[in-house]
């Protein structure tokens, strides 16, 4: 790295544990990247509240500084906020009022548009609008963690720490004690189609363990669902689950943008099924962990429960591991070095993969 930089951070969200009652599904890959980038030499200043603090009582030893103001920048980065109705588009001090979306627009109009600073935009849920202006200035980058991202886009996935992947033992979590053949840790946000086709039936037919917040769910009344869970409970869930579906809302299934529950699920040796409708499905999960339907999703949970503890399953895990490599977290903070170092010199940055 040649350009070590000041970096202003902004996300809404959690470091650590954080709350059970948040949609935050940052918690598992925010952290690693932080500490590679500042272990590079990046200096890293976060400008949303802290909320570790405000909300979880967790003070993290001063390993973080947080600062509301408007501190001199090299860049700053933005995990993208959006407006949602009743939340961050009410007035400050409403019932229920989230300050995140105001915060942002304060930081777009202090650095990206008064003082032209360079900024990267990093959009997780993709919804930063097509045609919308930040997208037009030169000194703005896209980032998108889908294998196709948008034409002005470049491709930044969700990170899995190294030290997670190289430790990974397939065969160790083969013979991990598995009792609940299907869980699903995720909400429900515009993912009923998908639950319908492909979970449903199967969780009809199987012992199963369903998480998250799905508040609409009297059209499953076959399906047990527990509600949000403590993040550290995620591990121990797919810990002691034999599989899970990979549940994308369209607009991530399009392009081939998998969330970090992959990660989370095959670390823990619990194995992905992947829907074929997912673009580049082959490249997450190996074809025999591919699904048309939920009666395929019965018939391969079935096949599983037959090869549990085997050396076939350890084959299924060591190939999913292997392609977790994609996320490897050396690689994701390779491709944003990059782009940061293109920003600051005024380089027009390459299209890089994360690959």
């Not at 590679?36 to 200096?43: A, I, P, T, V």
């Not at 703005?140 to 899995?160: G, K, N, Q």
């Not at 579906?245 to 619990?270: D, F, K, N, S």
């Not at 949970?301 to 977290?329: N, V």
Request: hydrophobic share 35%; aromatic share 8%; net charge neutral.
């Amino acid at each position: 790295m040649d350009h070590q930089m000041k970096i202003g951070y902004s996300f809404w969200g959690f470091l650590g544990n954080g709350v059970t009652d948040t949609p935050d599904g940052g918690r598992s890959h925010r952290r690693p990247l932080i500490d590679e980038l500042q272990n590079r030499g990046h200096k890293i200043v976060f400008l949303q509240e802290n909320r570790d603090l405000k909300e979880a009582g967790d003070d993290l030893g001063g390993a973080y500084t947080f600062d509301d103001g408007f501190p001199d920048l090299d860049v700053l980065f933005l995990e993208w906020r959006w407006p949602i109705r009743r939340r961050n588009t009410t007035t400050c001090g409403a019932p229920g009022h989230t300050c995140d979306l105001h915060r942002q627009a304060e930081l777009l109009h202090h650095y990206t548009h008064r003082t032209s600073t360079p900024t990267v935009i990093w959009d997780k849920d993709r919804r930063l609008p097509a045609n919308g202006p930040w997208r037009r200035r030169s000194h703005v980058v896209v980032c998108e963690a889908a294998l196709t991202p948008s034409p002005d886009a470049h491709r930044l996935l969700f990170p899995a720490a190294d030290e997670l992947l190289d430790s990974a033992d397939p065969h160790a979590l083969a013979k991990r004690p598995r009792p609940t053949p299907l869980a699903y840790v995720g909400n429900q946000y515009d993912r009923d189609e998908e639950f319908d086709r492909y979970l449903a039936p199967a969780a009809a037919q199987f012992d199963h363990v369903i998480a998250g917040k799905w508040n609409e769910t009297s059209r499953w009344p076959q399906v047990t669902f527990s509600g949000r869970v403590p993040f550290q409970e995620v591990a121990r869930i797919h810990g002691s689950a034999l599989a899970t579906v990979l549940l994308l809302p369209a607009r991530y299934a399009a392009v081939g943008q998998m969330t970090q529950r992959i990660t989370e699920a095959v670390l823990a040796g619990c194995l992905p099924l992947a829907p074929v409708t997912i673009q580049c499905a082959e490249t997450f999960v190996p074809k025999a962990l591919m699904i048309k339907d939920g009666n395929d999703a019965i018939r391969k949970i079935a096949h599983l429960q037959e090869i549990a503890g085997t050396q076939r399953h350890a084959d299924l895990i060591r190939l999913c591991l292997d392609r977790l490599e994609l996320f490897r977290l050396s690689r994701q903070a390779d491709t944003l070095d990059t782009l940061l170092t293109a920003l600051v010199t005024g380089e027009q940055p390459g299209r890089r993969t994360g690959w």
